[in-house]
């Protein structure tokens, strides 16, 4: 199985800030990457899908990049509506494995 | 639109099945794959598995294997996933997802259905 691993796991940020967060895959995935956002108490919501594009109606501030096996997603200047949990997962292989999640909070 | 609407929660004893219905609308059923998973309170994503609506092929994940069946209905585009021997573990939100194309991610999501398993 391919094993995600997203850092870091929670932070702390302003209105404003840029947020970078990281998730590695432990075997090659090529581009098969795709970015989740969870809102307290919602459904995940699709952001990026093949590493980098962007789903319809998501604001361009979130970008996502990388190949291989690390991957980045970045807020470039968060708003009051980021505040959530945000997940990558890979679609190289089944099992569709996510990484643990990462909590961006307000500084 | 493209909706996928699930079942109503469900308390369970131990021991039990339950099975969780995903109906979907405003898309052709057959072409697109459909995945399921969970959350347990506070905690992360845990795919479960996937089914190819048109031919009722199904991928379970390793660690629910013989505990867990996708099936199928074609004449009401509905999806259900039926899990067996619940323990207090299984207590979680289950989502139907719908698989977007060769990426994998998952487009659109249920609402989501709350299985608690308590005695």
């Known amino acids: 199985d391919i094993q995600m691993t997203q850092s870091p796991s929670s932070l702390s940020a302003s209105v404003g800030d840029r947020v970078t967060i990281t998730c590695r895959a432990s075997?090659?995935?090529?581009?098969?990457l795709n970015w989740y956002q969870q809102r307290p108490g919602k459904v995940p919501k699709l952001l990026i899908y093949g590493a980098s594009d962007l789903q319809g109606g998501v604001p361009s501030r979130f970008s996502g990049s990388g190949s291989g096996t690390d991957f980045t997603l970045t807020i470039s200047s968060l708003q009051p509506e980021d505040f959530a949990t945000y997940f990558c997962q890979q679609g190289y292989g089944a099992p569709r494995t996510f990484g643990g999640g990462t909590r961006v909070d307000i500084k | 639109q493209v909706q996928l609407v699930q079942s109503g929660a469900e308390v369970k004893k131990p021991g039990a099945s339950v099975r969780v219905s995903c109906r979907t609308s405003g898309y052709t059923f057959t072409v697109y794959d459909l995945n399921w998973v969970r959350q347990a309170t506070g905690q992360g994503l845990e795919w479960l598995g996937w089914m190819n609506p048109n031919s009722g092929h199904t991928d379970y994940a390793q660690s629910l294997q013989g505990r867990v069946t996708m099936t199928r209905d074609i004449s009401t585009s509905t999806a259900y996933m039926e899990l067996s021997g619940l323990t207090s573990e299984d207590t979680a939100i289950y989502y139907c997802?719908?698989?977007?194309?060769?990426?994998?991610?998952?487009?659109?999501w249920g609402q989501g259905t709350m299985v608690t398993v308590s005695s």
């Open positions: 075997h090659s995935i090529s581009t098969y």
């Open positions: 997802a719908r698989d977007s194309d060769y990426t994998h991610a998952f487009d659109i």
